[in-house]
Every structure is written in structure tokens, then in C-alpha cells.
């Protein structure tokens, strides 16, 4: 069976790593869009967050036997601890500067993160492997689709939605809505923001551990494995503009899945497709396909 | 972001540049020739990235871009089309001048953090050029590239004589850079930061600046990256690699932001540590930049300029 000329089974498994990518993309752009709402900060360290959610994961299974189950809930705990708590200690003195200086700082977080974990465990990548119950695959007719890729798709759109569903419809989601709106007045209705912008931050930053966890055995476990992630993310946030939380999602997934179809047909256009397209919506929607026009 | 600007330093500065023009004319008979023309390429570049981020208040997070591709640029007319090493800077900044217009175009029509990523993900798809497209030499580089006769007639292998035009190119480019400051264009810039809506309300057309000022600092940078390449006689991926781009933002907060001579100080600093600590402790050297970082940004944001131009001022009012 051929789709465009091209064996349906490669195609398959192109789009379907597509389709993992787009769900990394959908849940690391969701995780910057919550932050920036409420911080108005970019969090650079969200690729260097992401790659110390899958080395919790591995440290923890390698190290202490802690299997990969317990660790998706516990990297996602640890990692969003440490944002926490760089939020009281560091962020929180940036709120009133320029919003660059944000990204500046987490920058240099980045730095120290990818540095630490490159000295301690160099840069070849550590193999992660597939827990029991999710290993082998099964025979969808037209591709082989191994049972694990199917689970990261979704987990990560479950986590996606649940996200969407707890700010769209909760009573927590409708204050930080509100505090996204306007912070004072949120504030003067006795509603603790301060605290409110730490559990944010934290929460943005376990989604990204999350993601870590779900790329762990799918991907290489590496310290470089969130820069280069990252700078894609930032493309993918421009492209969807950072105003909706649906969009975010929607924009990763498709543009995960039209870079699986540029490698089947153009694989060398395959890096910088997402770039490409960033360039064509600059040119013709500015303010992102879901942003509001500055 | 702020910037320091004070009279008594308008009367000290012809001093100043005086005596450091003097120490730059000798440097290089006590000091490795090598060594400086390193910092003063990537104070040039960190200079021409001050000039976008501390006057106009744009911050790029992909300059490596203009660094890397006027490298390129210089290294491939030098080496494979042999002109003289004047031709392939000019042939350089050209490169990286172009390319800056068009990123220019693309990132002005976002602002603030939204330009900062525009900027960092129009440089990694230069990264991605430069990895396969086969005459950047992939991960090897632009090797072997000769330094050549300077206009057909002086031999720049000897490193002195490289020194002198390293010296002439960092002076031509920050001449540039201060005239531009102190003009009345430089002036409309500084308008822009402080208030763009003002600035568009007074009549200026903003975009027309900004596009002027991107531009502008991407050729400086080309200039720097195509002098650099001629020294080292290499342009590799480590110049379009987005650590670049975060270097060069380095230097310049660590120098002092918005003031003329904080980049090359910045640049001193970070190239002296980066040389002193390269073998003694690996893979930490990203970590203490790191590091350096988070301490500029949550303590010491007027940097090392900055600061001294403060001290001084107090000093002087007591």
C-alpha cells in the first residue's frame, strides 16, 4: 500500500513521530503560555526543565529501581519543587523590571543546568527503557505501531486537555485567568496572587518534567536533549501566539505533524520547517495564528 | 533598560579613548597578539549588539547569525575565490548586513519578548544551513583559511601586522558605533526605547529606525565575525550556535548595558575567563557563565561600567 508514492508503513511512523513531537511541542508551549500569562516572563530554562524531568526519571530507575510509573509522578514533583523554588528565591525580584531581564535570568539557569548534568553524565545520551506493561506493539493494517509512541500521544493530550480544563472551567483556573487579566484588582479581592504566581510557575515547570518523562525512552537521555527542543518550542509559541491555551495545543500538535510529513518527502527541510512557517506567519498573520494583535 | 549618560563623562571621555588608544597601539608588545585580537573581536561584536539592545532597546537573542555567516562569507571569498583579506570583511559584512535586513524585517513586526525569540529562532535556521549545506563544511568548518596580503601587499601572517588591523577594523567599527550614539538618528533611537508610542506620535516612522538600527548592528557584527575568521583562519558552527548569541548578550550585562565602553570590557572579562578556566575545569566553564549571568541579572544589572560610572558620580557630588 502506498500513500503519495510513498509506503504507507513509512509514512505511518513518520507521522506518528510527528504526532510525539507535536504532543512535546503542545505540552512545553502550553507550560510557557500558562507562565507568560501570569509572569510575563519567558522561561528560558523550560528546555533545560524538560531534559531534568527524563534524568530524574532515569536516575531514579538506574539508581534507587524506582519504576518508570511512580517516576512520572515524581520527576513531574521534584522538578516542579526546584521551580517553586527558584520562583521565591530569584524570579520573584525580577517582577517589576523590563520582562527581558526574565529571560535573561533563565537563561543562566539554563546554562547551569545543562552544564551540571553534561559534567556528571557527559554528552552521550543514556537509554531509557520501555516499562513492561507498554513494551511490543501491534499491527494497525497499514503500519506496525509500538504500543509505548501510542501511550505518549495519549498521555500528553490528556494532560493537555486536563490542563485546558482546569483553567477554562475550574474555580483555581477562573482566579488565575482573572490574575492574568489584572493582578491588583485580583489581589484587592483578597485572592493570594503571590502565591498564585508560584504555583503557576511550578506547575508550568512539572509539565515540562513531564514531558521529560514521556521522552525518556523514546529519545536519547541527554543533557542537550531540551536546548534544541526549546528554540523549536519558541517558534511553535510565535507561529500560535500565546494568548489561548487551546491554540497552543492545537498549533504543537500540527506543526509536529507537518514536520513528520517534510521528512518523509524533503527530510533535509526537515530542521527548520517549523522556522520556515514561523517566517510565513510573521509575514502574513503577525500576531500568530490564536494571538490577539498587539 | 537603563542607560547612564552624564556631562562630566562628555568632557572626560576625549581622554579617556585618548589613553586607551595608546595602550591598544602598544598592547600587543606585552601582551599574547592572539589573546587580544580575540577580545577585541568579540568586544566589536558585543559593541555592535549594545547598540541595538542598550540604545534602542531590542533585544536579539541571534546574533551568532551576523557573527557566523560573515565568517562564512569572508572565509569562503578568501579562501576559495582568493581575494585579499579587505575584499573578504567587506565581502563579510556585506553577508551579514543582508541577512540582518531580513531578519530585521521579520522580527520588528513582534516586540520585546516576542522579538527575542523571533531572533533566536531565525538563527537557528541559519545553524541548520550552515550544519548541511556543504560549502560551510558541515560540523568541520571553514577550515584553512589563509590570511593573505593586506591590499596585495602586506603579509598578515605575521601576527603583529594581523594585530594592527584588527586594531584598525575594532577602532573603525566603534567610531561608527559612538558617531551613531551621539546623531540625532541615535537620539530618535533612544526616543524609541524610552516610549515608542511618543516616538510615533512626534511623526517618527519606528519600524524605518528600528530596521535601520538592526541593520546597522548586523554589519558591525559581520564585520567582527569576518576579521575573527581571518585571525583564527576558521569559521566553524561554535559562531552561529545559539551559545553565541547568549555570550555576546553576556558581555555585554557583565560590561555595563547601554554604556560605550561596557561591551569591551564584558568581552575582556568573559574571553580572559574563558581561556584561564577552558582546561582546568571542562564542562563547568558553561556552568560558572551561568552563574555569572544570574548574578548580573539579580544584583548587578548596571555592570561593570555602569557601576564604576556610578561610583564616580557619587563621588563626585560628595
Same mark, same amino acid.
Given at each position: 500500500?502506498?500513500?503519495?508514492?510513498?509506503?504507507?508503513?513509512?509514512?505511518?511512523?513518520?507521522?506518528?513521530?510527528?504526532l510525539?513531537?507535536?504532543?512535546f511541542?503542545a505540552?512545553?508551549?502550553?507550560?510557557?503560555?500558562?507562565?507568560?500569562?501570569?509572569?510575563n516572563?519567558?522561561?528560558?530554562?523550560?528546555?533545560?526543565?524538560?531534559?531534568?524531568?527524563?534524568?530524574?526519571?532515569?536516575?531514579?530507575l538506574?539508581?534507587?529501581?524506582?519504576?518508570?510509573?511512580?517516576?512520572?509522578?515524581?520527576?513531574?514533583?521534584?522538578?516542579?519543587?526546584?521551580? %517553586?523554588?527558584?520562583?521565591?528565591?530569584m524570579?520573584r525580584?525580577?517582577?517589576?523590571?523590563?520582562?527581558?531581564?526574565g529571560?535573561?535570568?533563565?537563561?543562566g539557569?539554563?546554562?547551569?543546568?545543562e552544564?551540571?548534568?553534561?559534567?556528571?553524565?557527559?554528552?552521550?545520551?543514556?537509554?531509557?527503557?520501555?516499562?513492561?506493561?507498554?513494551?511490543?506493539?501491534?499491527?494497525?493494517?497499514?503500519?506496525?505501531?509500538?504500543?509505548?509512541?501510542?501511550?505518549?500521544?495519549v498521555?500528553?493530550?490528556?494532560?493537555?486537555?486536563?490542563?485546558?480544563?482546569?483553567?477554562?472551567? =475550574?474555580?483555581?483556573?477562573?482566579?488565575?485567568?482573572?490574575? =492574568?487579566?489584572?493582578?491588583?484588582?485580583?489581589?484587592?479581592?483578597?485572592?493570594?496572587?503571590?502565591?498564585?504566581? =508560584?504555583?503557576?510557575?511550578?506547575?508550568? %515547570?512539572?509539565?515540562?518534567?513531564?514531558a521529560?518523562?514521556?521522552?525518556?525512552?523514546?529519545?536519547?537521555?541527554?543533557?542537550?536533549?531540551?536546548?534544541?527542543?526549546i528554540i523549536?518550542?519558541f517558534?511553535?509559541?510565535?507561529?500560535?501566539?500565546?494568548?489561548?491555551?487551546?491554540?497552543s495545543?492545537? =498549533?504543537?500538535?500540527?506543526?509536529?505533524?507537518?514536520?513528520?510529513?517534510?521528512?518523509?518527502?524533503?527530510?533535509?527541510?526537515?530542521?527548520?520547517?517549523?522556522?520556515?512557517?514561523?517566517?510565513?506567519?510573521?509575514?502574513?498573520?503577525?500576531?500568530?495564528?490564536?494571538?490577539?494583535a498587539a | 533598560?537603563?542607560?547612564?549618560?552624564?556631562?562630566?563623562?562628555?568632557?572626560? #571621555?576625549?581622554?579617556?579613548?585618548g589613553?586607551?588608544?595608546?595602550?591598544?597601539?602598544?598592547?600587543?608588545?606585552?601582551?599574547?597578539?592572539?589573546?587580544?585580537?580575540?577580545?577585541?573581536c568579540?568586544?566589536?561584536?558585543?559593541c555592535?549588539?549594545?547598540?541595538?539592545?542598550g540604545?534602542?532597546?531590542?533585544?536579539?537573542?541571534?546574533?551568532?547569525?551576523f557573527?557566523?555567516?560573515?565568517?562564512?562569507?569572508?572565509?569562503?571569498?578568501?579562501?576559495?575565490?582568493?581575494? #585579499?583579506?579587505?575584499?573578504g570583511?567587506?565581502?563579510?559584512?556585506?553577508?551579514?548586513?543582508?541577512?540582518?535586513?531580513?531578519?530585521?524585517?521579520?522580527?520588528?513586526?513582534?516586540?520585546?519578548?516576542?522579538?527575542?525569540?523571533?531572533?533566536?529562532?531565525?538563527a537557528?535556521?541559519?545553524f541548520?544551513?550552515?550544519?548541511?549545506?556543504?560549502?560551510?563544511?558541515?560540523?568541520?568548518?571553514?577550515?584553512g583559511?589563509?590570511?593573505?596580503?593586506?591590499?596585495?601587499?602586506?603579509?598578515?601572517?605575521?601576527?603583529?601586522?594581523?594585530?594592527?588591523?584588527?586594531?584598525a577594523v575594532?577602532?573603525?567599527g566603534?567610531?561608527?558605533?559612538?558617531?551613531?550614539?551621539?546623531?540625532?538618528?541615535?537620539?530618535?533611537?533612544?526616543?524609541?526605547?524610552?516610549? !515608542?508610542?511618543?516616538?510615533?506620535?512626534?511623526?517618527?516612522?519606528?519600524?524605518?529606525?528600528k530596521?535601520?538600527?538592526?541593520?546597522?548592528?548586523?554589519?558591525?557584527?559581520?564585520?567582527?565575525?569576518?576579521?575573527? #575568521?581571518?585571525?583564527?583562519?576558521?569559521?566553524s558552527?561554535t559562531?552561529?550556535h545559539?551559545?553565541?548569541s547568549?555570550?555576546?548578550?553576556?558581555?555585554?550585562?557583565?560590561?555595563?548595558?547601554? #554604556?560605550?565602553?561596557?561591551?569591551?570590557?564584558?568581552?575582556?572579562?568573559?574571553?580572559s575567563?574563558?581561556?584561564?578556566?577552558?582546561?582546568?575545569?571542562?564542562?563547568?566553564?558553561?556552568?560558572i557563565?551561568?552563574v555569572?549571568?544570574?548574578?548580573?541579572?539579580?544584583?548587578?544589572?548596571?555592570?561593570?561600567?555602569? !557601576?564604576?560610572?556610578?561610583?564616580?558620580?557619587?563621588?563626585?557630588i560628595?
Amino acid at each position: 500500500m502506498e500513500i503519495f508514492g510513498v509506503p504507507s508503513a513509512l509514512f505511518g511512523s513518520q507521522l506518528l513521530i510527528g504526532l510525539i513531537n507535536g504532543s512535546f511541542y503542545a505540552i512545553l508551549s502550553l507550560g510557557l503560555a500558562i507562565i507568560f500569562g501570569l509572569l510575563n516572563i519567558i522561561n528560558f530554562a523550560h528546555g533545560a526543565q524538560y531534559m531534568m524531568g527524563a534524568f530524574v526519571a532515569w536516575i531514579a530507575l538506574t539508581k534507587f529501581g524506582v519504576n518508570y510509573w511512580v517516576a512520572l509522578l515524581l520527576s513531574p514533583l521534584l522538578v516542579g519543587a526546584l521551580g %517553586v523554588l527558584l520562583e521565591r528565591t530569584m524570579l520573584r525580584k525580577l517582577y517589576k523590571l523590563d520582562h527581558l531581564y526574565g529571560l535573561l535570568l533563565t537563561f543562566g539557569l539554563a546554562l547551569i543546568f545543562e552544564g551540571i548534568f553534561r559534567d556528571q553524565y557527559g554528552i552521550s545520551g543514556q537509554s531509557y527503557e520501555v516499562p513492561e506493561l507498554l513494551q511490543g506493539g501491534v499491527n494497525l493494517g497499514f503500519m506496525f505501531m509500538p504500543i509505548y509512541r501510542g501511550w505518549v500521544v495519549v498521555a500528553a493530550l490528556a494532560v493537555c486537555f486536563g490542563t485546558w480544563f482546569m483553567i477554562e472551567k =475550574t474555580k483555581l483556573g477562573a482566579y488565575l485567568r482573572a490574575g =492574568t487579566e489584572n493582578p491588583q484588582i485580583v489581589q484587592a479581592l483578597g485572592i493570594n496572587v503571590p502565591l498564585l504566581i =508560584t504555583f503557576t510557575y511550578g506547575y508550568g %515547570v512539572a509539565l515540562a518534567a513531564f514531558a521529560g518523562v514521556l521522552a525518556a525512552p523514546v529519545y536519547q537521555v541527554n543533557p542537550q536533549m531540551g536546548s534544541n527542543l526549546i528554540i523549536v518550542v519558541f517558534a511553535v509559541v510565535v507561529i500560535g501566539g500565546m494568548g489561548s491555551i487551546m491554540g497552543s495545543i492545537l =498549533t504543537g500538535l500540527g506543526l509536529g505533524l507537518i514536520e513528520g510529513l517534510t521528512r518523509v518527502f524533503y527530510p533535509p527541510a526537515s530542521a527548520v520547517v517549523v522556522f520556515f512557517i514561523m517566517v510565513i506567519v510573521l509575514l502574513v498573520r503577525p500576531a500568530g495564528l490564536f494571538g490577539k494583535a498587539a | 533598560m537603563t542607560i547612564n549618560n552624564n556631562g562630566m563623562f562628555a568632557r572626560a #571621555t576625549p581622554l579617556l579613548f585618548g589613553a586607551l588608544f595608546i595602550i591598544g597601539l602598544v598592547a600587543p608588545f606585552a601582551v599574547y597578539p592572539t589573546f587580544l585580537m580575540k577580545i577585541l573581536c568579540f568586544g566589536l561584536f558585543a559593541c555592535a549588539f549594545n547598540l541595538l539592545l542598550g540604545f534602542a532597546g531590542l533585544l536579539s537573542f541571534g546574533h551568532a547569525a551576523f557573527l557566523g555567516t560573515a565568517g562564512y562569507a569572508c572565509g569562503m571569498l578568501v579562501r576559495d575565490l582568493g581575494v #585579499t583579506p579587505e575584499v573578504g570583511i567587506l565581502g563579510g559584512t556585506l553577508a551579514a548586513a543582508i541577512l540582518g535586513w531580513v531578519f530585521g524585517v521579520l522580527a520588528i513586526r513582534r516586540s520585546g519578548i516576542y522579538f527575542a525569540m523571533i531572533t533566536l529562532a531565525l538563527a537557528q535556521m541559519v545553524f541548520f544551513f550552515a550544519l548541511q549545506w556543504k560549502a560551510t563544511g558541515g560540523e568541520d568548518g571553514l577550515q584553512g583559511v589563509p590570511r593573505g596580503h593586506l591590499f596585495g601587499l602586506i603579509d598578515l601572517s605575521n601576527n603583529i601586522a594581523m594585530y594592527y588591523l584588527v586594531f584598525a577594523v575594532f577602532c573603525a567599527g566603534f567610531f561608527i558605533i559612538h558617531r551613531t550614539i551621539h546623531s540625532p538618528f541615535g537620539q530618535i533611537l533612544k526616543a524609541i526605547r524610552e516610549n !515608542e508610542p511618543r516616538a510615533v506620535s512626534l511623526g517618527y516612522d519606528v519600524a524605518k529606525y528600528k530596521l535601520l538600527a538592526f541593520v546597522l548592528s548586523a554589519a558591525l557584527a559581520g564585520m567582527a565575525g569576518a576579521t575573527k #575568521t581571518l585571525v583564527f583562519q576558521l569559521a566553524s558552527l561554535t559562531d552561529v550556535h545559539w551559545h553565541m548569541s547568549g555570550e555576546v548578550v553576556l558581555m555585554t550585562l557583565l560590561g555595563g548595558l547601554g #554604556t560605550i565602553l561596557g561591551p569591551l570590557v564584558g568581552a575582556g572579562v568573559i574571553v580572559s575567563l574563558q581561556s584561564e578556566l577552558a582546561d582546568k575545569v571542562g564542562s563547568w566553564v558553561t556552568v560558572i557563565m551561568g552563574v555569572i549571568f544570574v548574578l548580573c541579572v539579580l544584583l548587578f544589572r548596571r555592570g561593570i561600567v555602569g !557601576e564604576l560610572q556610578a561610583l564616580i558620580k557619587r563621588a563626585g557630588i560628595n
